[in-house]
C-alpha cells in the first residue's frame, strides 16, 4: 500500500471513552474504507476505524469525528515529526506555519533552531529519518540542514542520521528538524517569513570568502568576496573577478550589496562568465510566461520555461527568469535576495526577455528531418481555431499499416511527457469511447484546453498520424497555466493523474464508474486494483484480479461503464506484486453487478444467492462470484467444510421468476482496447486495433533521438502480431516463458502493465 492509499486525521479533542489518546495524535484509515462509510453523505456514519501512528497498538480504535480533523497526506508527514503531542496540536493550529513549509524545497535558504539557538544553513534533505515502517504508512518529515557561516560546528551531524546518510557536510556542520524548527530566511509572498526581520547581508548570508555572482553588461559574472564596507551610506561588496570593470584579465569590481547573489561557480566551467546573448525578437513572436524558449550561453544553447517576467532592480530591460532543463542556472528562484519562482537549485537563470527566443527544437523540426513534410505543412491549419468542432473517426483497422506504423508516428515526446503521450494515443487513436469529452460544453476558462486537445491532437493523430511535440507542450501549458499543477511543463506525472484533472476538473466529465458498497453508490473515474494478503494469486488475469479485488473490498459495479480505466496492484511505480499478468482480452462483469439476473454457477438456473465464503473454494472455477439457487446451495452448503458460510441473497429484478428450467441470460462483458505499460519511469502503450489477437500495435514517443541537446526524439509506432502468440498460450506455458527471451515486445505488455483501458461496445454509444 501506498501512503496514498490513506486518509489522515489529528484528534483535536479527547474522544469519550478514550482517555488515553491524547489530542494532537494522528490517525489514518485507509481510503477505501473511509469512502465507503461515506461521511459526506446526511445520516452518515459519526465514528470512524482509524489507527494510529507511532502507537506500540495496532488496533483500530472507533473515533468520533467531531474529535478529530482531515490532513492532506503532507500535512500528516509534517505534523507527524512534531513531538509531543500537544506540540504538534499547537503547529496544526498555526496553518501558515504549515503551508510555508510546504513551499520549501532542497537548495532553500533557511534559519533552524537548535538547543534555543537560531543558525543558518541550507536545506539538504526533505523526508523521512527512520526506515519504512511495516505498519504505519508515513514516519513524519524532516528537514535535513546544512549550516552556513557563522555557525558551522554547531551542529550534531555530518548528515548521516542511525546508520543511514541522507546528505553529506562537514562533521558536526548539519542538524535534522521537524519544520516547527525551521523559519524562511527571506520574506516572499510564497514563503512568508515566520522569523524577525533581518538585514540584507543576514538574509543572505554573504561573507568574505563566498562565491557570488552578479549580472552586468549583459553577462553573468562570478567572483569571490573580499570584503564588504558601508561607502556613503550603502553597502558596497568589493569582488575578486577574473576581469575588471574595463575587461582586464585579473581584477577587482566593487557594486552594491543588493546587486550580488550568493552563489558557487556552475560545475564544469572554465570561466566565471557565463555571457548571455542577445537576438533582435522577432515581431512575431508571442513569448509570455510559461513559453518554452532558448538562450544562448557562453558554452551553447540551453533551454528553459519562463516562470516570472519583470523588472529587477538596477535593470532597465525587461526580464524573465527561466527554469531550465538542466542545471547549468545561478539559483533556484532567488536573486538579490528575493524569490521570484520556486525551482530546483541550479536551474534558475534571469536573463533579457530580447535574449530569449522560441525553442528551436520544435521550430526546426523540418529542416531537421525530411521524414514529414506534410505535416508540416498543414501544421498551420492545425493549429487555427475554426470554431467548428470538426470530427476524424478513430483510425480502422485498415488503415493502421498506412497511417500509423513507422518511424516519426503517433505523439511525438519531450521532456517527460511519455505519460500524457501513451494515455492519450491509447485513448483516442483507435477508440471513440471517451470522444464525448472532446465535444462537452465546458467553461470558457477550458475552452482553450478541450480545443487543443481536439484540434491539435486528436484529430492530427487520427488524420495524418503524427502529432508534433510542440502540441502537446502547448497543451501542458495550457494546464499549467490554468493552475491544475505547476510542474505539467516539466515534470514526469502519474497518467491517471493526468486523467482525473482532464476528465473531472476541467471537462466535468460525469465519472465513468459507479461502485456500489454497503448500499451506497461511490463514484471515481480510475479504479485502483487492491489484493488482500491471503491471495493465492501467482500468475493472474485481469479478470482475476478484479474479482479478488472486489470480493476483499465489497465493492459491486452499480451499472456498466463505458470505460473501465484498471490500475494493476504494485508497490509503487518501481515494485510489480506480479512478474507477469495475463491480459483478459474480454472482462465478464456480470457476477458483479450489484443489480440484474445472474445464473446458478452449479446449474444454469436463476441465482438467488451469493456466497462470498465460496468464493476462493477450489473445488469451483477460478474466476466468478459465486451465485447459486436455492436447490444447489442447500447442497453445496450441506457439505461439513461449508456448515459455516453464510450465503446472502441476491437482488433479483422484478419479472425474473424460475420455474426450474435454464434461463438464457445475456452476459454483459467489456472488451480491452488499450494497455499502459511502465518500464523505468517510462510510460509506452499497446493498442488492440482489431478483432483478432494479433492486431496489436506498440507505441513509443520516445524511441529513438536526433541530435543531443539541440536534438528531438522520434516517435515510432511497430506492429506486434508475437502478443497473440503468447496470448494463446496455456497458463502453464505463459509462466515457463523467460521475460528477456520472449519476442519482439511481448515481455513490456505481460510483465510492465500498469494500467489496462476496457469499453463497453453498447454503453459508449449513449455516453
Not at 161 to 189: L, M
Not at 340 to 348: E, G, L
Not at 694 to 708: L, Q, V, Y
Request: with cysteine; aromatic share 10%.
Amino acid at each position: 500500500m501506498s501512503p496514498t492509499d490513506y486518509v489522515y486525521f489529528i484528534i483535536t479533542k479527547p474522544p469519550e471513552y478514550s482517555h488515553h489518546i491524547k489530542p494532537g495524535s494522528v490517525c489514518y484509515i485507509r481510503e477505501s474504507t473511509y469512502n465507503i462509510y461515506n461521511t459526506s453523505q446526511p445520516g452518515r456514519r459519526t465514528k470512524l476505524p482509524v489507527t494510529f501512528l507511532k502507537s506500540t497498538s495496532r488496533s483500530s480504535c472507533d473515533i468520533d469525528l467531531t474529535c478529530m480533523e482531515k490532513l492532506s497526506l503532507e500535512e500528516a508527514d509534517y505534523l507527524l515529526a512534531c513531538e509531543p503531542e500537544d506540540e504538534r496540536l499547537y503547529w496544526f493550529r498555526e496553518k501558515n506555519a504549515v503551508q510555508t513549509s510546504l513551499g520549501f524545497i532542497v537548495g532553500t535558504n533557511v534559519r533552524v533552531e537548535e538547543e534555543d539557538e537560531i543558525l543558518t544553513g541550507i536545506i539538504r534533505y526533505i523526508g523521512p529519518i527512520v526506515g519504512p515502517d511495516y505498519w504505519d504508512p508515513i514516519t513524519g518529515r524532516y528537514f535535513g540542514i546544512e549550516l552556513q557561516k557563522p555557525d558551522k560546528g554547531k551542529g550534531k551531524t555530518d548528515g548521516n542520521y542511525g546508520s543511514t546518510t541522507f546528505f553529506q557536510c562537514e562533521k558536526n556542520c548539519g542538524v535534522f528538524a521537524p519544520f516547527s524548527r525551521v523559519k524562511p530566511v527571506v520574506s516572499t509572498p510564497m514563503l512568508p517569513s515566520m522569523a524577525k526581520p533581518h538585514t540584507q547581508q543576514q538574509a543572505q548570508d554573504i561573507f568574505p570568502g563566498d562565491n557570488v555572482y552578479f549580472f552586468i553588461d549583459g553577462k553573468y559574472r562570478y567572483g569571490i568576496v573580499l570584503g564588504i564596507k558601508e561607502e556613503e551610506g550603502q553597502r558596497i561588496v568589493q569582488i575578486s573577478t577574473d576581469k575588471d570593470e574595463n575587461g582586464k584579465q585579473g581584477g577587482e569590481i566593487k557594486l552594491p550589496f543588493y546587486l550580488v547573489n550568493k552563489g558557487e561557480f556552475p560545475s564544469g566551467s572554465e570561466s566565471m562568465d557565463i555571457d548571455i546573448t542577445p537576438v533582435e525578437a522577432h515581431p512575431d513572436l508571442s513569448i509570455s510566461l510559461n513559453s518554452v524558449v532558448e538562450v544562448t550561453l557562453g558554452k551553447g544553447n540551453s533551454y528553459g520555461i519562463i516562470r516570472w517576467i519583470g523588472c529587477l532592480p538596477g535593470r532597465e530591460d525587461v526580464m524573465v527568469g527561466l527554469e531550465l532543463e538542466e542545471a547549468c542556472g545561478v539559483s533556484n528562484g532567488t536573486i538579490y535576495g528575493k524569490r521570484y519562482f520556486d525551482c530546483p537549485p541550479k536551474r534558475a537563470l534571469f536573463v533579457k526577455l530580447s535574449s530569449c527566443r522560441p525553442d528551436s527544437r520544435f521550430q526546426n523540426i523540418s529542416a531537421q528531418n525530411n521524414m514529414m513534410p506534410e505535416l508540416v505543412k498543414n501544421e498551420e491549419d492545425g493549429n487555427q481555431d475554426t470554431g467548428k468542432l470538426e470530427t476524424v473517426p478513430p483510425i480502422s483497422t485498415e488503415q493502421v499499416e498506412k497511417l500509423l506504423i513507422g518511424r516519426m508516428k503517433g505523439i511525438q515526446g519531450h521532456c517527460n511527457s511519455c505519460y500524457m503521450d501513451s494515455a492519450l494515443f491509447g485513448l483516442f487513436s483507435c477508440s471513440s469511447v471517451l470522444d464525448s469529452m472532446l465535444f462537452k460544453a465546458t467553461t470558457p476558462q477550458d475552452a482553450p484546453i478541450q480545443r487543443i486537445l481536439l484540434h491539435n491532437i486528436v484529430n492530427p493523430l487520427r488524420s495524418k498520424g503524427f502529432v508534433p511535440g510542440q502540441h502537446i507542450m502547448r497543451f501542458r501549458e495550457q494546464l499549467q497555466k490554468h493552475g491544475y499543477c505547476q510542474s505539467f511543463t516539466t515534470d514526469e506525472k502519474d497518467p491517471e493523474e493526468f486523467l482525473i484533472i482532464v476528465m473531472h476538473h476541467i471537462l466535468a466529465l460525469e465519472p465513468l464508474l459507479k461502485l456500489s458498497a454497503a448500499g451506497k453508490v461511490q463514484e471515481s473515474y480510475c479504479y485502483q486494483i487492491f489484493l488482500d494478503q491471503n491471495h493465492s494469486l501467482v500468475l493472474p488475469t485481469v479478470q482475476q484480479l478484479l474479482e479478488h479485488s472486489f470480493h476483499s473490498e465489497g465493492l459491486k459495479l452499480a451499472e456498466v461503464p463505458s470505460c473501465l480505466i484498471l490500475q494493476m496492484p504494485r508497490f509503487g511505480k518501481k515494485f510489480k506484486m506480479f512478474n507477469k499478468i495475463i491480459p483478459s482480452l474480454e472482462l465478464d462483469i456480470t457476477n458483479l453487478l450489484s443489480e440484474g439476473p445472474q445464473q446458478c454457477i452449479m446449474c444454469g438456473h436463476m441465482a438467488v444467492e451469493e456466497c462470498t465464503d465460496c468464493f476462493k473454494e477450489p473445488v469451483f472455477s477460478q474466476t466468478g462470484f459465486k451465485v447459486f439457487c436455492k436447490t444447489c446451495s442447500t447442497q453445496v452448503h450441506s457439505h461439513p467444510q461449508r456448515l459455516s458460510h453464510r450465503p446472502a441473497a441476491l437482488d433479483v429484478p422484478k419479472g425474473y421468476i424460475d420455474r426450474g428450467v435454464s434461463h438464457s441470460l445475456t452476459r454483459d462483458r467489456l472488451e480491452l482496447f488499450a494497455v499502459l505499460c511502465i518500464e523505468t519511469s517510462h510510460y509506452v502503450s499497446f493498442v488492440k486495433h482489431g478483432p483478432n489477437t494479433c492486431d496489436w500495435i506498440f507505441f513509443d514517443s520516445m524511441a529513438d533521438r536526433e541530435g543531443e541537446r539541440d536534438g528531438f526524439n522520434i516517435p515510432e509506432v511497430r506492429a506486434c502480431p508475437e502478443v497473440g502468440m503468447y496470448l494463446e498460450m496455456s497458463p502453464a506455458e505463459l509462466a515457463n516463458q523467460v521475460p528477456r527471451d520472449m519476442k519482439g515486445v511481448a515481455k513490456r505488455l505481460f510483465c510492465d502493465a500498469y494500467m489496462y483501458l476496457y469499453r463497453s461496445v453498447s454503453m459508449c454509444l449513449y455516453r
